[in-house]
């Protein structure tokens, strides 16, 4: 687990490393590639499309700019264009577990359940001690109805929120209320400092949107970098409707 202030010391010399490349080489496509990727981590959208845009310019066959276009369109709620973005990266490399991973989050979001479980047994396969796939296999098996595999899929996970977010929904679905609170109040305990967002997903997936819009707002206070998910994660579906929401893509300079 990352602390916010490890992370934005780590976000600072990220930035600083591809503001470095480009002033080596201005024609490197990869630089504003990686400065685009830095800036949509720290919600800078205009910023991010310009890098891109840049980097293309440059490099229209660059893996490292498909990528990095694949994340910004989803965060934009551009779904099907980050799945075919995403896609031209894993035509020119097929191994790649992360954007496998990508892939399938995507499909997931809108709501090809098998193409997503597809791409990501496609990951797990190509690295299958990935931390983070077992996850979104989990959330698949969750919004396929099937909470008692989300379960077995939050225990192969290391122990640190995606686990216990797992648990927490997965015990919310098969009804058993007190393991479920019993796993969302580790998850404050230990990780809301780092990581209110996950806490946010599993009070809106059990349905209470206040507390989901409140640990909303203490993510975007605390500039937790999960936020950029907002558009497009399944685990906030209930709050599709809410004002509050509304507010928060509005201040995020998210679409609505």
């Known amino acids: 687990t990352v602390s916010s202030a490890d992370f934005a010391l780590g976000q600072r010399r990220a930035l600083a490393a591809a503001e470095q490349a480009i002033t080596t080489d201005p024609a490197l496509a990869d630089g504003y590639a990686a400065r685009g990727a830095v800036r949509i981590e720290s919600w800078d959208w205009p910023g991010a499309q310009a890098d891109i845009e840049k980097a293309f310019a440059l490099n229209p066959e660059s893996i490292a700019t498909y990528a990095c276009n694949a994340c910004f369109l989803a965060t934009q709620g551009r779904l099907p264009e980050a799945i075919t973005a995403v896609g031209k990266t894993l035509e020119k490399n097929p ?29 797990l396969a190509i690295s299958p001690k990935d931390g983070t796939l077992p996850f979104y296999l989990g959330l698949v098996s969750l919004l396929e109805g099937r909470p008692e595999a989300t ?76 936020l950029r998910f907002l558009k497009f994660d399944p685990l906030l579906r209930s709050l599709g409707d809410d004002p509050r929401y509304a507010a928060l893509l509005k201040k995020m300079k998210l679409p609505e």
């Open 151 to 226: 379960r077995a899929e939050s225990v192969k996970l290391p122990n640190g929120p995606p686990r216990l977010v797992l648990m927490a929904v997965a015990e919310h679905d098969l009804g058993h209320t007190a393991a479920s609170q019993q796993a969302l109040e580790a998850l404050i305990e230990k990780h809301s400092q780092d990581f209110p967002y996950r806490i946010a997903e599993v009070y809106a997936w059990r349905g209470e949107r206040d507390q989901a819009i409140a640990w909303l707002d203490r993510a975007y206070t605390q500039h937790d970098r999960l």
């Open 95 to 123: 191994l790649s577990a992360e954007d496998w991973q990508k892939l399938g989050r995507f499909k997931a979001a809108v709501g090809d359940l098998a193409g997503a479980r597809q791409a990501l047994n496609r990951g």
